[in-house]
């Protein structure tokens, strides 16, 4: 369980920082998001997009819950998203409940779906 939030929290950073080759690490290669509409591909098209976009982007989630099933597990986190040219106010913004499935890859943790709905 813990090195699932590990995993989130890191993926966090990694978007702030603009990175978002170290965000998909955690990626697995058949990944499918929002009920297939989205592969490995697509998700690090959207967030290279993203970091170009911004000059800034801030990732704040809530609190992350892990529910374990063997060598599965489901993570629910909400996450605010704001982006932006770096001044005081962010130019965008949005909240996302996100849903993920994780699976264990060796000794790893690494997401193969992903749906998030837009609460704002």
């Not at 939030?5 to 170290?22: E, G, I, K, S």
């Not at 909400?78 to 264990?104: C, D, F, M, N, V």
Request: contains cysteine; proline residues 3%; glycine residues 10%.
């Amino acid at each position: 369980e813990q090195r699932i939030r590990n995993a989130v929290t890191a993926m966090q950073q990694a978007v702030q920082a603009h990175q978002p080759r170290a965000f998909m690490t955690y990626v697995s290669a058949d990944f499918a998001g929002e009920d297939g509409t989205v592969d490995r591909e697509g998700l690090a098209n959207i967030l290279r997009a993203e970091v170009l976009r911004n000059d800034q982007v801030n990732v704040i989630l809530g609190p992350i819950d892990v529910q374990m099933q063997g060598s599965r597990a489901t993570v629910h986190v909400t996450a605010t998203l704001t982006g932006g040219s770096g001044g005081l106010l962010p130019e965008r913004g949005a909240i996302y409940a996100i849903t993920s499935g994780w699976k264990k890859d060796g000794s790893e943790w690494r997401c193969y779906n992903a749906s998030w709905e837009p609460k704002l």
